[in-house]
Structures are given as C-alpha cells and as structure tokens.
C-alpha cells in the first residue's frame, strides 16, 4: 500500500505543478492518505486556529472506525481541492439507533480524528519571520498551502523565501536544534548537528537552513536582527497609515522571494535538487529519484 502511494506522488506533483488551482479530478477511493498521511498537514483558520488535515494511517486502522474507508463517510469528496467539504453524516446508513444522541454531539464531531492527527504548536523560532507569521504560514492556494506548511516543520522560511540571486555561496543544512511542543506524537527530525547525532528528546525539532558562505566564512541564513523592530511593529500597527505600513513591511521583506508555486516544488523535488539530499542524510537511492519519502523522520538514525 505504502509502496503504491508513494508510485503515486510524482502523479500528484504533475498535476500541482502543471495545472495549478484549476484542475479537478476523480480519485480513487483508496487514495486519500497519499495526501493525508503527512503530519504538520495543516491550515489555519481565519478564527485564528489550526486545522489538522493529518491522519496517521496506523493510528487510523486501529480506531473503532479502522475498517471503514474514507469514503463511506466522507461521501461528498470526489475531487481535488476540496476544501469545506468536511460535513459527515453518521446516519444516514450507521447510528439509526443512536441518531439523536450523534446530531446532538455535533461538536465532538469536530474532534473525530484528533488522536491520529499531529502538528507543532509551538516552536520557539529566533527568527523575525515567526514575530509576524504563524508557523503554518501559508493560506492563501487551497492545492498547496496545506502541503507548504508541512515544510515549515523541516525547513526555516529563508530556505524557499531567500532572495538567491546574489548568494553565490549558498548551502542548505540542519540547524541547531529548537525548542518545540507538539499535539499528538512528536515528528520531525530530532537531529543534534553539535553532537552529530539523533537525540531521544522530543522537546526539540531540527530544520534545514541555508547557510551563505563568503571568503571561507559560512554565515546562517536568519533574520534575527529585525526581531525587536517587528515586535515593535505589531504594537503600533494599528496607528500606522497603510503607506507607512508597506514601507515597513518592505523593509522586513526587503531579502524574501515571493515564491511561484509553478517552479516552486521542483526547485526541491526533482533530479536537480537545490538541496544535496545525500548529505542531509536522505536516503541515497530516494535522493536519485524526483521524490525523498523514505528520509527516516522518527529520528533515529539521519
Ligand atoms: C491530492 C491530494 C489529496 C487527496 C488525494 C485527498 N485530499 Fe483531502 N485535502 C487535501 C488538501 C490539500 C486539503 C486542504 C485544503 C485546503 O487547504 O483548504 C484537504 C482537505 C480535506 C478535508 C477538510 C476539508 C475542509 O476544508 O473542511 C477533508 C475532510 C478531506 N480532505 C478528506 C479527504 C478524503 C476523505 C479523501 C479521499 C477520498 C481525500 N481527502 C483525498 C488534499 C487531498
Ligand atoms: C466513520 C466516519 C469517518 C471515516 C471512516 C473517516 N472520517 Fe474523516 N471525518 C469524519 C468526521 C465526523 C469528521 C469531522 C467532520 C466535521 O468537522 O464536521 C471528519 C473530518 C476529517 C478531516 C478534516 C479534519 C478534521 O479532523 O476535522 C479529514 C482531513 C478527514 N476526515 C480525513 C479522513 C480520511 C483520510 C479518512 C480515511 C483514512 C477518513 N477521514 C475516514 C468521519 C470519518
Ligand atoms: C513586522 C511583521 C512581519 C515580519 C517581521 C515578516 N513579515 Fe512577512 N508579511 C507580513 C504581512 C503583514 C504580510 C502581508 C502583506 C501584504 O499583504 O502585502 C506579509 C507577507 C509575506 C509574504 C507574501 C509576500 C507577497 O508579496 O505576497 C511572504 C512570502 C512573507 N511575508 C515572508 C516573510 C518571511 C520569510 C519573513 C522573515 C524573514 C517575514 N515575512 C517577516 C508581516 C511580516
Ligand atoms: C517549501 C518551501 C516554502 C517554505 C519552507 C516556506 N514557504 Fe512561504 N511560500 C512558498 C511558496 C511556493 C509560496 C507561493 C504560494 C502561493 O502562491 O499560493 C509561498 C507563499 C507565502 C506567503 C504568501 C501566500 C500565502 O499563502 O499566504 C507567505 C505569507 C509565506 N509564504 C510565508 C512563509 C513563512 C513565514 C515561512 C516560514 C515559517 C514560509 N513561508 C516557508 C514556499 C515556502
Ligand atoms: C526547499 C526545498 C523544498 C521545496 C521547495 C519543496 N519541498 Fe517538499 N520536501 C522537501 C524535503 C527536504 C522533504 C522531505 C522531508 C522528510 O521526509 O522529512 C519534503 C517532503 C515533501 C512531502 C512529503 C512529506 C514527508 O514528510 O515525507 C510532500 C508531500 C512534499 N514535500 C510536497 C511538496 C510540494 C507540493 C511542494 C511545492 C508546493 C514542495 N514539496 C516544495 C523539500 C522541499
């Protein structure tokens, strides 16, 4: 099944990547874990709240729904995106008996997947980037923005945000470790580059960074200087004119990229990678191939 799944994604990327937001298509009924499967799969909501998209597959099968496929309840899903096709009804077909003790628990609904889902609440990030943006930043494209978010579990902003061009200079690799807490199981990559080896701790989460090495100099790729003055800015926002407004927030964008999603996952996802796979410590045939799915992530062993 795994192994079916992951024969699929380059599927999947071809569709991101050549036919953006406007593509729909049929999906197989097996198929949702491809995307599913993914902790730190998540979105915030306008309400300020996180929505975890993840489900543990494992965590899943052994729930007292297991043996069910998705689609028995998730009926109204049959293309891709599908954002705010949520609703289930349990009973319809199931729970006639117990009909109106579901419909009036319709809150606890909302917690149905909670113990197969995981995401990071909190990561302690010394950039100014997380003074501004949630860890889950992106929400603006339904396709991708779930999928970018889970990124920012295993790579700071800078590393796809950078402007590049005049970084000649440039390599990407695992940063000092940071402090992190996590709802249902911790993942990532607890990797301690200082003792060069995995640590037991769940209580911290590496990131790959980009580094810019100058005159044998390599110097780390995060905006920590601008921390105070974004903090600053959160406090007088509201008195700020809107031009003001953009003047500053120039400022603090004046080294980031906006991104195009168009060349955006093939930068990483493909033979000629940004990144050198092999010495971030993926596993070296996954490195070849266009996708990196088999990096170890419980962290082990890097
Ligand atoms: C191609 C990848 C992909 C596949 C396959 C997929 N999903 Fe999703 N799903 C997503 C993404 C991405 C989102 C988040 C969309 C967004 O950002 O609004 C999502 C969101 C959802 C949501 C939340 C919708 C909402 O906005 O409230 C549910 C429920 C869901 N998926 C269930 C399923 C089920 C069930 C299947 C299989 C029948 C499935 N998905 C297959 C990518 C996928
Ligand atoms: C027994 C019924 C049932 C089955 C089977 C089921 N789900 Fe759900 N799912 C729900 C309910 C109920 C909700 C919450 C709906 C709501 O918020 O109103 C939900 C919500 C979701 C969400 C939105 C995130 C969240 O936690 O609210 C996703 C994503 C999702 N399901 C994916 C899946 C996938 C993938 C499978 C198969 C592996 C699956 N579901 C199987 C009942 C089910
Ligand atoms: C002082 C607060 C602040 C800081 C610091 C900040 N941002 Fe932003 N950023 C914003 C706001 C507000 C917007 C939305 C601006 C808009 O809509 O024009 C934004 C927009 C963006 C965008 C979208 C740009 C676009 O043109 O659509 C990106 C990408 C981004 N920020 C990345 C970053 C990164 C990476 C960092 C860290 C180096 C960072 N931001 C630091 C407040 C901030
Ligand atoms: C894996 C690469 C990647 C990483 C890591 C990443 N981004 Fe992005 N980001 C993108 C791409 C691609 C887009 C363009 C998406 C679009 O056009 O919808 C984008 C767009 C954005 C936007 C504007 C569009 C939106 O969805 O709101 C903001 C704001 C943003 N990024 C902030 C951040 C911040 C803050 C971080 C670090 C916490 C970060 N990004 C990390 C790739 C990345
Ligand atoms: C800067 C490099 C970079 C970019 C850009 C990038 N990715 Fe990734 N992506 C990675 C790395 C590294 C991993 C492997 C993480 C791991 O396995 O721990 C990964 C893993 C994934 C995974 C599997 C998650 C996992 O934990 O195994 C998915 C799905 C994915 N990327 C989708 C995308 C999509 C879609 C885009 C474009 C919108 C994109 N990526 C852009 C570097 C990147």
Redesign the pocket.
């Known amino acids: 099944m795994r192994n079916f799944i992951f024969k699929l994604l380059p599927t999947l990327f071809c569709f991101f990547i050549l036919f953006s937001t406007t593509v729909c298509f049929a999906m197989d009924n097996e198929g949702?874990?491809t995307c599913?499967q993914y902790p730190g799969l998540a979105i915030h909501k306008k309400s300020g709240t996180v929505?975890?998209?993840h489900?543990d597959?494992a965590k899943?099968i052994g729930s007292p729904?297991g043996e069910?496929?998705?689609k028995?309840?998730?009926k109204k899903i049959v293309k891709v995106p599908h954002t705010g096709v949520?609703?289930?009804d349990?009973t319809t077909e199931c729970h006639q008996k117990d009909k109106e003790k579901i419909v009036t628990s319709?809150k606890a609904?909302?917690?149905?997947?909670?113990k197969e889902?995981s995401c990071i609440t909190s990561l302690k990030d010394r950039s100014s980037c997380g003074i501004c943006h949630p860890l889950y930043p992106h929400s603006k494209d339904n396709i991708v923005r779930a999928f970018l978010n889970l990124h920012t579990g295993f790579m700071l902003c800078e590393v796809c945000h950078m402007k590049k061009d005049e970084l000649k200079g440039l390599s990407y690799e695992w940063m000092g470790s940071e402090t992190a807490a996590f709802s249902g199981e911790p993942f990532g990559t607890h990797f301690n580059p200082e003792l060069g080896k995995a640590s037991k701790s769940k209580n911290f989460i590496s990131r790959i960074a980009a580094f810019d090495t100058k005159k044998g100099k390599k110097q780390l790729l995060i905006n920590t200087w601008d921390v105070a003055k974004a903090k600053a800015y959160i406090e007088t926002e509201k008195s700020l004119t809107p031009v003001e407004k953009t003047r500053k927030l120039d400022l603090f964008h004046k080294d980031i990229a906006k991104k195009k999603i168009s060349v955006a996952c093939n930068e990483c996802h493909s033979e000629d990678s940004i990144l050198d796979y092999k010495k971030l410590g993926f596993d070296e045939k996954k490195a070849k191939g266009p996708y990196i799915l088999e990096h170890k992530r419980s962290g082990n062993k890097i």
């Open positions: 949702c874990l599913h929505k975890v998209l489900i597959e899943y729904h069910l496929a998705c028995e309840c998730h949520s609703e289930v349990c319709k609904l909302n917690n149905f997947h909670k889902q």
